[in-house]
């Protein structure tokens, strides 16, 4: 059971700029930072960004992160094959003192 | 550079339990919590749980009190996670992660995860 909601899938062309949302609510996005994460099927996920907008190193700086209230939204300018993944967003919830994930949002590179 | 290994697969029947091993390495293990994660089939990342290695302290989502056990043994730097009363829904891949808080708390390094198969 997700407590955060996105969109499930989103697509573009190589070369292209993407988005998807993250909508949560006051206990969790509200009070905290939101982190994104991408998954390969069969992999372990990998932070992509952290604290709503910081790219660990490694991570390309196509990557990008935004939030504003209770949502948040992950951006990916010029969109390569290689990005064709499930993208989750997560936040602390103060109420459940546990962190919660997105539903999650396939990006698919047509 | 840190790194989370995780035990192999496991296939249990109804009811039984089963206990996953979480070994992390390339920091100290009891300066950051360890939570464990969980993807069903065809469905998306569910948090399960966090331990406190250093005092032992947990939480748990609340779909999985009751079911589930968090312990560490910091000799040998390992967490575990055991879930009993196992169900066909339980099937999974579990993941342990790394905790660390800044501005706010979030995981950053995972497990490779570990399979686990209730069937009959």
């Known amino acids: 059971q997700s407590v955060l909601t996105q969109p499930p899938s989103a697509s573009g062309t190589p070369g292209q700029r993407v988005t998807t949302s993250c909508s949560g609510s006051s206990s969790n996005i509200g009070s905290n930072t939101v982190n994104w994460y991408q998954h390969l099927p069969g992999t372990a996920p990998t932070l992509l960004i952290y604290?709503?907008?910081q790219r660990p190193s490694g991570v390309p700086d196509r990557f990008s992160g935004s939030k504003s209230g209770t949502s948040a939204s992950l951006a990916i300018s010029g969109l390569q094959s290689e990005d064709e993944a499930d993208y989750y967003c997560?936040?602390?919830?103060?109420?459940?003192?546990?962190?919660?994930f997105g539903t999650g949002t396939k990006v698919t590179v047509l | 550079q840190v790194q989370l290994v995780q035990s192999g697969a496991e296939v249990k029947k109804p009811g039984a339990s089963v206990r996953v091993s979480c070994k992390p390495s390339?920091?100290?293990?009891?300066?950051?919590?360890l939570h464990w994660v969980r993807q069903a089939p065809g469905q998306g990342l569910e948090w399960m749980s966090w331990?406190?290695?250093?005092?032992?302290?947990?939480n748990f989502a609340r779909k999985f009190q009751g079911r589930v056990t968090m312990t560490t043994d910091t000799s040998i730097s390992t967490a575990y996670m055991e879930l009993t009363s196992l169900r066909s829904d339980d099937t999974a891949v579990y993941f342990c992660?790394?905790?660390?808080?800044?501005?706010?708390?979030?995981?950053?390094?995972w497990g490779q995860g570990t399979l686990v198969t209730v069937s009959s």
């Open positions: 331990i406190n290695p250093h005092s032992g302290v947990t």
């Open positions: 997560a936040a602390w919830d103060d109420t459940l003192n546990g962190y919660v």
């Open positions: 604290d709503n907008n």
């Open positions: 992660a790394r905790g660390v808080c800044s501005t706010s708390c979030y995981v950053d390094y």
């Open positions: 390339g920091y100290n293990f009891i300066g950051f919590y």
